[in-house]
């Protein structure tokens, strides 16, 4: 492990299960399924088109590979070996021309290209790590003048343990059980505060919402749940 910053058996997680990555039916099938959400949304507020495109945490690629489909060039970033070799698999097989993946921790990225990125994505992925307010900072730096920062992960209250961990990953086996702990969910004004010690601005919220009986999901002001947060540095 190439930085304190990580927990082994999160990364050792997402590595056992790195070859259903791209199954739209298998483990990460939500993954799938709310990716052209906070794609538009994204390209939305970023303009993705030619834009230099910083995925931090991108596993197996699903974010990463749909950005530079839309004209990004995109690095993906993850320190999971095995999601990194599916994605670069994927890419060949894509034909996706403008992503690369490299197994770097975004704190040591920082020291490497700071202020490089028109774009830094982090979706999903601060619930996973020990030190979350540490990523942030390190995507802010990363991160152009004048460049958007995203951040999603899950909100932390009763109804959030219900959803999230009892319904999902026990109830509807959308998610394999353990794959979040609720001790790491992330209320929304504590992101925001870290984001703004980063020296980002805070520019927009939206809530992924889920209806179980017709299995779609969609995108509300309600944050309750899982959410996602847009920022900007500063110019
Ligand atoms: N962002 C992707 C994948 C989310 S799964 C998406 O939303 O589609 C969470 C990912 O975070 C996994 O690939 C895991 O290996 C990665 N991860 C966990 N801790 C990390 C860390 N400290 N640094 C970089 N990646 C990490």
Redesign the pocket.
């Known amino acids: 492990m190439i930085?304190v910053?990580?927990?082994p058996q999160?990364?050792a997680k997402?590595?056992e299960l790195a070859h259903r990555w791209w199954d739209p039916d298998g483990e990460?099938r939500p993954?799938h399924q709310i990716?052209p959400l906070r794609l538009d949304w994204i390209d939305r507020l970023a303009h993705l088109k030619g834009k230099h495109v910083l995925?931090?945490?991108?596993?197996?690629g699903?974010?990463a590979d749909a950005m530079a489909r839309r004209g990004a060039i995109v690095l993906g970033?993850?320190?999971?070996a095995k999601?990194l070799k599916v994605a670069k698999l994927h890419a060949m097989e894509a034909a996706t021309a403008s992503v690369e993946y490299r197994e770097v921790?975004?704190e040591h990225l920082a020291r490497e290209l700071p202020s490089h990125f028109d774009v830094v994505?982090?979706?999903?992925?601060l619930e996973?790590?020990p030190d979350p307010s540490s990523?942030v900072q390190a995507c802010a730096q990363l991160a152009k003048p004048g460049g958007w920062v995203f951040f999603?992960t899950f909100n932390r209250n009763p109804k959030s343990f219900l959803l999230a961990i009892v319904g999902a990953e026990h109830v509807l086996r959308l998610l394999p059980k353990g794959t979040h702990e609720y001790a790491r969910f992330i209320k929304p004004s504590e992101l925001a505060q870290w984001c703004r010690d980063s020296g980002l601005a805070l520019e927009s919220t939206r809530g992924m919402q889920y209806n179980p009986v017709t299995r779609r999901y969609w995108l509300s002001a309600e944050t309750s749940v899982n959410y996602l947060l847009a920022c900007r540095r500063p110019q």
């Open positions: 930085n910053n990580a927990d999160e990364i997402f590595s990460f993954l990716n995925d931090v945490g991108c596993g197996g699903i974010l970033i993850d320190l999971a999601p921790a975004p994505t982090c979706m999903e992925m996973h790590v990523i999603s």
